[in-house]
T-cell receptor, first 118, second 111 residues
Framework: GAVVSQHPSWVICKSGTSVKIECRSLDFQATTMFWYRQFPKQSLMLMAT?????????EQGVEKDKFLINHASLTLSTLTVTSAHPEDSSFYIC??????????????FGDGTRLSIL | SQQGEEDPQALSIQEGENATMNCSYKTSINNLQWYRQNSGRGLVHLILIRSNEREKHSGRLRVTLDTSKKSSSLLITASRAADTASYFCATGSGNTGKLIFGQGTTLQVKP
């Protein structure tokens, strides 16, 4: 159980294109989803916390107009990289947490999206 | 921002040997979690240890937590080539469920 599906797994597109990445919890409801960015051989950097039915909370230094997050249902969050440029090329990973008041719960991760902007 | 450091950054061992990775953090926590990441993939949750626990086991994994030293260790016993991956510790605090990840340890297990 606790499967998270992330789509697409990789995308190559031209500079200036907007790219949408989907994150779905397949067998559980997730009031909270998280979006991370990972550079080669580095750790995960939290970009934003996505809350169902409300605005996302962005980490310091992350441009909310650049990285649009929508969490319209308990099983789907989307990240749109708007007007992508080569410096936005990276590995983006989402995770979801089971809807619960228990703070001691793991996050369940998607398989990531490798974004390459030409 | 990163919570702390993991050491070693890289570890290479022979199959059958034990692997120990350490994690340090800076702030008070609710729990500490360990994850594994195979190259180019997402993270897989391994084990969660609560702040009031000192040791936890899961199969060949043993995790310890010392809140007075703000440190944790992950021991993998009788390692296998399939254990080759990057291992990350992550700390959870507050009610948001947010995790702060360490820098990670890259483990190579040679057959």
């Amino acid at each position: 159980g606790a499967v998270v599906s992330q789509h697409p797994s990789w995308v190559i597109c031209k500079s200036g294109t907007s790219v949408k990445i989907e994150c779905r919890s397949l067998d559980f409801q997730a009031t909270t989803m998280f979006w991370y960015r990972q550079f080669p051989k580095q750790s995960l950097m939290l970009m934003a916390t996505s809350n169902e039915g409300s605005k996302a909370t962005y980490e310091q230094g992350v441009e909310k107009d650049k990285f649009l997050i929508n969490h319209a249902s308990l099983t789907l969050s989307t990240l749109t990289v708007t007007s992508a440029h080569p410096e936005d090329s990276s590995f983006y990973i989402c995770s979801a947490r089971v809807a619960t008041s228990n703070s001691n719960q793991p996050q369940h991760f998607g398989d990531g999206t490798r974004l390459s902007i030409l | 921002s990163q919570q702390g450091e993991e050491d070693p950054q890289a570890l290479s061992i022979q199959e059958g040997e034990n692997a120990t990775m350490n994690c340090s953090y800076k702030t008070s926590i609710n729990n500490l979690q360990w994850y594994r990441q195979n190259s180019g993939r997402g993270l897989v949750h391994l084990i969660l240890i609560r702040s009031n626990e000192r040791e936890k086991h899961s199969g060949r994994l043993r995790v310890t937590l010392d809140t007075s030293k703000k440190s944790s260790s992950l021991l993998i016993t009788a390692s296998r080539a399939a254990d080759t991956a990057s291992y990350f510790c992550a700390t959870g605090s507050g009610n948001t469920g947010k995790l702060i990840f360490g820098q990670g340890t890259t483990l190579q297990v040679k057959p």
